[in-house]
């Protein structure tokens, strides 16, 4: 979003996503607690965090799926949550998602499910249709397997194939939910490589939510850890990798025990056993 | 007391949840027709539907009619026959038909076959996030999958209830006829004389009409409403069959009283 400043000069907001003292919760319970997040543009940021913290859920609270219970969620300059059906649709039609498992459409095949952004969203004519999904599917190597329907493919392709169909209207901002979930390490070196520069070759902003230390570090330009609802730490990956924090040292090294602990809250085991 | 207390909280909590629900199949109807402009822009995904739901429903809607006709055909003629007017089996198997079996039996059958596809895809659809991601591409669920599927219920359920009085009256009409005996002339010309078609046919058509709303409804609302996991979504389904089923015995009781007085 483009604005004048003093001078009369445009600029561009750095940041095309920000989070500003959000706080979220199922009904009595809290999962976030006066959060703070900013996603520059042009640039891939991750939220970490174990499972259960809430990482998910920060990409649907962007998305405007949830209401959060108090603070805001500004996209492009548009408070998400003060908006109509018709003000969220419009700004979803500048996201792309890619969902845990590829969520994609089991009655359509590859083409049909890249496609349907496209016909739900334009009246482009079919001929031009047909380009621009075998472009996207080229972009994901699987221009191959256009005509496989989605349980015929590996959770690999299917995730490809979601990514494309997530980048068919090439959206401003594309978000990931747990991105390397289940994938086997070759699957997971191509679809970090394609997060990447799909992201440099758009120009977009893009989300991922991820809990895989390795891969996440080897391409994320900005990574938020959450724990307890709370932003733990921030920072370049270099930071991160730097950082004295316990829960990071933790979390970067898999170490089984220290601010998370090893067992959940219990009685002495003495009482569990009756001894 | 407290016992007692117990159990009428539980009473009203029941009561209460249940008013929740029908609420919510309330908002999801109206929500339909708000959307249904939007749907019929597509109208390739009301016409596949008709397909799932109502050409697929065929054969077990045809074979199951022309059992019941040839049924009424046999129970007919043996009781008619002790009274002298077995001529009159014409009458009996297309009132029967028409009136009754024709729509429940087919409202029945429509909510077993088609009903349970409906809310199973639903529910998996949500459970594996089909239709979150489908949100979040701004696609209405509603316009794009629920719509389509409720005004498909709506239209094929009338015409497999006529297509079942009608093959069931050919069931009967083998058994009488073809294989009883009974004169072929007086089996028509005593249906055509005594069925008529303001107060039975088109009393039978609303029948229908009021159980496709019934059976198509709960289907996509169960679905819908399904807890996105494998127990979830078999509860739902499962809850398809019975609500679907009494509702329609139900309503099936209320329209005669006032139909047929």
Redesign the interface.
Known sequence: MSHQNILGKQYVMEELISINNLSFGYGESTLHKNINMKFSRGKVSAIMGGSGCGKTTILKLI?G?LQPKSGEIVVDGQVVHDQGREG???I??K?G?L???G????DLNVFDNVA??MR??TNLPENMIKDLVLLKLNAVGLRGAQKKMPSELSGGMSRRVALARAIALDPDIIMYDEPFAGLDPISMAVICDLIRSLNDALGATSIIVTHDVAETFSFADYIYFLADGEVAAEGSPKQLLASKLPFVRQFIHSEKDGPVPFHVDAPAYGVDLQL | MNNLLNIIAGLGSSFRSKMIRLGAGTRLFFLIIIYSADSFKRIGLTIREIYFTGVLSLVIIVVSAFFVGMVLGLQGYYTLEKYGSSEAIGVLVALALVRELGPVVTALLFAGRAGTAITAEIG??KA???L??M?????SPIA?IIAPRFWAGMISMPILATIFSMVGILGGYFIAVLVIGVDEGAFWSQMQANVDFSNDIVDGAIKSIVFGFACTIIALFEGFDAPPTAEGVSRATTRTVVISSLAVLGLDFILTSFMFV
Request: proline share 3%; glycine share 0%.
């Open positions: 998305a799926q969220i649709y419009n979803r039609r996201m998602m969902f845990q498992h969520a994609l459409f089991t349907f952004p739900e969203h | 998996l659809m594996t996030e089909q979150s991601a949100e979040v591409m701004a696609v794009r």
